[in-house]
Structure formats: C-alpha cells, structure tokens
C-alpha cells in the first residue's frame, strides 16, 4: 500500500497517451521452441539398385511424366482432369480457406477499432432522486464516437506463434492439393493404360477367335467328308467357344475402365466413349527413366512437405501455449460525444474519453496450463514421428517402384519373345495339319499356347506403363510450382498474407520469430 501511495501522484499525472506509449514501447519476444531441422536426408544408398539397366539417378526427374509415354490423347486426359476433378477443386477449396484462416490469426497483432452511434431517451421514477431535487423527468441522450476492443499486445510472442501455426497449416494444405494432383494425374494414367490394354486384348480376342474359327470350317470339311471324328470337330468348337465367351467379359472390363476414367476427369462415360473407342497401342516406355537421388524425395514428394509443415505448425503451439503461463497485457479506449440534443453533437465540451491499458498474470489454473503444454509438446513429437515415418515410406516406395520397373521392363521384353516363338509354332503346325502330317490335338495345343502368349505379351505391355506411372507417382512426379494452386496464391494476396522473401510463387514460407 505505502508503494502505491509513493507512485499515486504520479500515475495521476501521466497522460494516458504517454502511458500508452510506455506500454507499446515494452520489449517483446517469442516464446516456445522454433521447428526442429528436417535431419539427414536419406543416402544414395537408400534405394536398392535394380538389377537391370532402365533408371538412372544421375539422371533428372521429368515434372510431366506423362510425356515419357508419348500419348497425345493421355496428354489431353490430364489436362482435362486438371480443369474438372472434383477432388482438386476440394483440395483448392481447403487451400483458400487456410490462407484466408492466415489473415484471421494475422488480424490478431493489431487492434479493433470501430464507430458507434446510439440513442436513447430515458424515464427515472426513483422516489429518493426526486427526494434530492434531482430531476425525473424524460430526458434523450445522443451519443457517437469512435472505440477501440481490448487489444493484446503480443509481449510473448502467442499472436505470432499463431501466425506461424496458421502459415504452416496453409502451406501444408497446399501440399495436399499438391499430393492430390500427382495422385489425379497417376490415377488418369493407370486407367488409360488399363484401357488400352483392355483394348489391346480385345483385338487379340478377336484375331484369335477368326483363326479358330477357320480351323473349325477346315475340321468341318473334313468331318463332312468322313477323314476325321465328331471328337475332333466337338473340340475345336468348344475352343472356338470358349474364345467367344471371353468377348463379354473384357468389353464390360473396357466399359467399367471407360467409365473410372471419366469419373477422374469430370466427365460423362458418354463423352469420352466416341474419343476413346477406337483401339491404339499401349503407351510404350521410354529406354531410361530418370529418378533422382533419394534425398531429392525430401523436396519432391508432396506428402513429405506436408508432414514437414505439420510439425511446423505443431511445434508453434507449444509457444502458444507456453505464452499462457505469462503475464497478459491488454489496452483498450473510447473517445465519443454526448448530449441531450443534436446541436450538442458537434460541440467538444460535451466529449469523453477512457483509454488505458490492464494486465493479467495467471497465478493458479488447476494444472491446466501444464497440461496443455505437454499436450502440444506430445502431439509436436507425433508430428515429428509422422514426417520422419513419411520420409521412410518415401525411400520404400522409391525402392519398390523402382524394381517393380524394371522387371516389368524385362517381362514385357520376354513375353515379345514368347508370342513370336508362339506365333511360328501355330504358323507350323496349320502348315503340318493342312498337310496331313499332324492332327487336331497338336493344332488346338499350339493355337491356345499362341493366345496365351498373346494375351501375356498384351498384359506384360500394359503392366510395364503401369510400373512407370506407379515410379513416376512414386518419385512425386506430376506438380509443379503453376499447377493449380495459383489461385491459392491469389486467395492468400486477398486475405492480406504477406508472401516471405525467396518465397516459391505459389507457396509462402512459413516466418518464425525468434526472442
């Protein structure tokens, strides 16, 4: 008490607008630790080296895969999907509403100030006032002015560890619109080689069923003409039939693939049937594929940047809440004029103002302020688990990627082989079978090897581009800095989110403050 009467006097004197400047003036600093580094990035030697040629790392990864394929109508396909997935304008969506979520924790550092006006006309029927002399009768009261909301002032850093949070949120949901494209673009090639391939085995269907059925007319001829059995004819009929009733079940494999494929792109299964129902070949794959070093992964891959930015945000909250432990400081005012007519309004004798600042330190909360900080301290060390769990799925699906590649490679390569030894030994054995030489057992035998073969060297071809678009997701290929999240860009320019320096075009850097 003595203290206070010491400094009494002068609290007195001190005009509130120095008094504010006073409180402005403080120091200030950001409390809570800053995001940890990334760590070591994965080794060259990460990745298991494939045993055949067919990727390099010394070698670029190409940012549009899909050219590798040569496919002008797959190219086509992406972009459409591009304009149309419903799956990327959710992702867009949740983009905008976190760099707008930016600006709101970004409002917080400054104070609210705003206008007012009111009216009112008032009646006092107390028996005791009127005792006193004081008048009771109704008297109107005009008023208007301008007031400030209690602001806190950011002394620890809390406003700005929200800002730094709410960036990080951002940035992470740009990488999962990011994730989404590359997944997109992966989901539209897989189904447009699947596709083709569907297609592919079509048309083997349909070749295969003519030369079984020219064998079945010869056998005809020759049952008609009593040199072979009913046997012989009984079973290259079922051969034959049996083709044929394979056709239904692959035209409703090309009809459900067509329909996934428009699904993907935004499109009507009927808008895409007359662009896509002619049979072309199987995208075919390059020599050599680029894939990078494992390291590069960190940077590259979409789910890894949003881990990354995660924890970033993560571990801005334990500052958060570590700034509740400390004392707050608050300021808050109005300036207005009042009087009991409108001709009074504009008359300064009638004005009044308040501004000062008040301060709050919290001495007893129960554990709760211990306890919400070793909850962001928990779940910071979870979001770290996550990036470093992701950076190893990365590695992992790079490795298997790579390796399921170039064995597809391989396959396809064999099976080639396998329908051209095929393709002469049917060839031969009609040749033997018109001559006489052999008979039906040994024709059907062959004939059906060469349609396995056929089919084989089909499905080895389509799965070959498969593996390539899997690598090619797998290494995060298929986003750039200009794909699609330039309107986040501009969401984020609307809601007043300032972009760091050095930042990318699209994405701002997240700016931790430091005490």
């Known amino acids: 008490m003595p203290c206070f009467r010491r400094h009494e006097g002068w609290l007195r004197a001190a005009h509130g607008g120095a008094l504010l400047s006073i409180v402005l003036a403080l120091p200030s600093c950001t409390v809570g630790p800053d995001a940890p580094p990334a760590g070591d990035a994965p080794p060259a030697t990460a990745v298991v080296p494939p045993p055949r040629p067919g990727v390099s790392s010394e070698a670029a990864v190409a940012p549009r895969w899909w050219e590798l394929l040569g496919d002008p109508q797959l190219d086509a396909l992406i972009a459409r999907a591009d304009a149309s997935n419903q799956s990327l304008a959710v992702a867009l969506g949740s983009v905008r509403a976190a760099y707008a979520g930016v600006g709101v924790s970004d409002s917080q550092l400054w104070p609210t100030v705003g206008l007012g006006a009111q009216y ?59 994730d989404a494209l590359v997944s997109v673009r992966a989901q539209v090639g897989a189904s447009y080689v699947q596709l083709r391939t569907l297609q592919a085995k079509r048309e083997v269907l349909a070749r295969n069923i003519e030369i079984f059925t020219r064998s079945r007319d010869t056998v005809k001829a020759r049952f008609d003409a009593g040199t072979v059995t009913g046997l012989d004819l009984a079973r290259i009929e079922t051969q034959l039939d049996a083709a044929r009733a394979q056709m239904p ?97 504009g008359d300064l004798a009638n004005k009044a103002y308040t501004i000062g600042p008040s301060i709050w330190w919290p001495i007893f909360e129960g554990g709760r302020i ?62 033997q079978f018109d001559a006489g030489v052999t008979d039906i057992t040994m024709l059907l035998d062959v004939q059906r090897q060469e349609l396995d073969a056929a089919d084989n060297e089909v499905t080895a071809r389509g799965a070959a581009a498969q593996a390539l678009v899997a690598l090619c997701k797998a290494l995060g290929g298929g986003w750039s800095e200009t794909d699609l999240d330039r309107a986040a860009v501009e969401t984020a320019k609307d809601a007043g989110v300032e972009l760091a320096d050095g930042a990318s075009a699209t994405v701002p850097k997240a700016e931790g403050s430091k005490p």
């Open 120 to 178: 009112s006309r008032t009646l006092t029927n107390i028996a005791q006032l009127a005792a006193d002399g004081v008048k009771t009768e109704p008297y109107d009261l005009y008023a208007y002015g301008i007031g400030m909301a209690s602001w806190e002032i950011d002394l620890w850093g809390s406003v700005r560890r929200q800002v730094e949070a709410a960036k990080a949120d951002a940035e992470k949901q740009v990488e999962i619109l990011r």
């Open 249 to 345: 079940q692959v035209d409703a494999g090309i009809a459900s693939t067509l329909a996934q494929l428009a699904s993907i792109c935004g499109a009507q299964p009927s808008e895409l049937a007359a662009e896509l129902s002619e049979a072309t070949q199987i995208p075919s794959t390059p020599e050599l594929v680029g894939v990078g070093l494992p390291a590069d992964l960190l940077e590259r891959r979409p789910d890894v940047r949003a881990a990354r930015q995660d924890l970033v945000a993560a571990t801005a909250r334990i500052g958060i809440a570590e700034a509740s432990r400390l004392p707050t400081i608050t300021v808050s005012g109005n300036f207005y004029i009042a009087a009991n007519n409108l001709s009074g309004l």
């Open 370 to 431: 211990d306890a919400q900080v070793a909850q962001q301290r928990a779940l910071a060390e979870a979001a770290l688990a996550r990036y470093r769990g992701a950076v190893i799925d990365a590695v992992g699906d790079l490795s298997a990627t790579t390796s399921d590649f170039v064995e597809a490679r391989e396959g396809a390569r064999l099976s080639r082989s396998a329908l051209e030894s095929a393709a002469r030994a049917r060839a031969l054995a009609e040749q």
